[in-house]
């Protein structure tokens, strides 16, 4: 047996995980709603409340870039 790198075993090849699972719109739609959360909140407090899982994911998503671009 040689290890030519083809997967001959007919096990499950071996591939990395994307750093978020969503499609990438998805992604993007939920920072902009983080945003404008954000800048309406600024105006009436409520908007920071109903827009709070939003938010997280903008700050969540701002976190693991810089600490990823750190890592490398």
């Not at 938010?55 to 600490?67: D, E, P, T, W």
Request: glycine share 12%; charged share 15%; aromatic share 12%.
């Amino acid at each position: 047996m040689t290890e030519s790198g083809n997967n001959s075993g007919g096990g499950p090849e071996k591939y990395e995980r994307p750093l978020f699972a969503h499609q990438p719109w998805m992604v993007g739609l939920v920072l902009m709603f983080g945003i404008l959360a954000i800048l309406a909140g600024l105006s009436d407090p409520i908007w920071l409340f109903l827009g709070a899982p939003c938010i997280l994911a903008l700050v969540l998503y701002v976190y693991v870039k810089i600490v990823t671009r750190n890592k490398e």
